[in-house]
Nanobody
Framework: QVQLVESGGGSVQAGGSLRLSCTAS????????MGWYRRAPGNQRELVAS???????NYADSVKGRFTLSRDNAKNTLYLQMNSLKPEDTDVYSC????????????WGQGTQVTVSS
């Protein structure tokens, strides 16, 4: 059973910073693309940032220049450094990963709340 466990959410004032972490555990051979997502208006999941196994990153336009995504493959961990946070960044952030193990699939964490006050 593969699990993704997130941490690092919380409440900050506008302009502040938070660092989210997501660690995969369980029976897995390799992790392909990992990413952070949040809920857009209408409750659709929208991409915040993703990173391929080789390190190529992709960011939503709304977070470019403020958020930095990185991964530690040895620790099966994904990090999202969020700087210059804005009230509109308030949301539940979920980690997703494409994982190759005894089975192949996309797994999701439980989500972590980020609240930015003005």
């Amino acid at each position: 059973q593969v699990q993704l466990v997130e941490s690092g959410g919380g409440s900050v004032q506008a302009g502040g910073s938070l660092r989210l972490s997501c660690t995969a555990s369980g029976k897995l051979f390799r992790i392909d693309t990992m990413g952070w997502y949040r809920r857009a208006p209408g409750n659709q999941r929208e991409l915040v940032a993703s990173i391929a196994a080789a390190g190529v990153t992709n960011y939503a336009d709304s977070v470019k220049g403020r958020f930095t995504l990185s991964r530690d493959n040895a620790k099966n961990t994904l990090y999202l450094q969020m700087n210059s946070l804005k009230p509109e960044d308030t949301d539940v952030y979920s980690c997703g990963a494409a994982i190759i193990g005894p089975t192949i699939g996309v797994y999701w964490g439980q989500g972590t709340q980020v609240t930015v006050s003005s």
